[in-house]
Each structure stands twice: as C-alpha cells, then as structure tokens.
C-alpha cells in the first residue's frame, strides 16, 4: 500500500494522529489496498463517528443502572441516590 495514499487520506479526514492510527489498524489491508484516499477517509470517518456513538450509548446505559463513567479516571463511579 502507497504510504502517501494513507497520508492523503489522514488529511482529508482530519482526526487525531492517535485517532488516526488506531482506525487505521482495524481496516483491513486488503481493503486498505484496494480503496482510494478518498474511500479510506470515507471510512476512517465513519468509523470514528461510529465509536463517538458507541461511547454514548455506553455512558448513556451506565446512567440508567445507576453508574456513571468517569472519563479522566476510567471507572465508574455509582452515583449516590
């Protein structure tokens, strides 16, 4: 895979490098090989909104059983009835 094909593709998604690499490492070479810079930021930016979500929901269902997650600590924390 062309480096500059995943380099074109990262600036056209505008994330995080980290955000970056870790999309990145779960597409699929073969997929990465066959799409363009414009598919693989496509992509990368679906999947980024697609875990933005997952969080939420995640967040959202630990409220609801009487938990709340605490991002700086990465625990939950019960929340005091």
């Known amino acids: 895979m062309a480096n500059y094909?995943?380099?074109?593709a990262c600036a056209m998604a505008a994330m995080l490098p980290?955000?970056?690499?870790?999309?990145?490492?779960?597409?699929?070479?073969?997929?990465?090989?066959?799409l363009t810079s414009r598919e693989i930021a496509v992509v990368m930016r679906s999947l980024n909104a697609h875990w933005h979500k997952a969080c939420a929901w995640k967040e959202a269902d630990?409220?609801?059983e009487g938990?709340?997650?605490d991002r700086a600590s990465g625990k939950l924390r019960e929340i005091p009835l």
């Open 5 to 8: 094909k995943i380099k074109r």
């Open 18 to 34: 980290r955000a970056e690499e870790e999309i990145l490492a779960s597409i699929p070479q073969e997929l990465l090989d066959r």
């Open 62 to 64: 630990v409220a609801a």
């Open 67 to 69: 938990y709340v997650w």
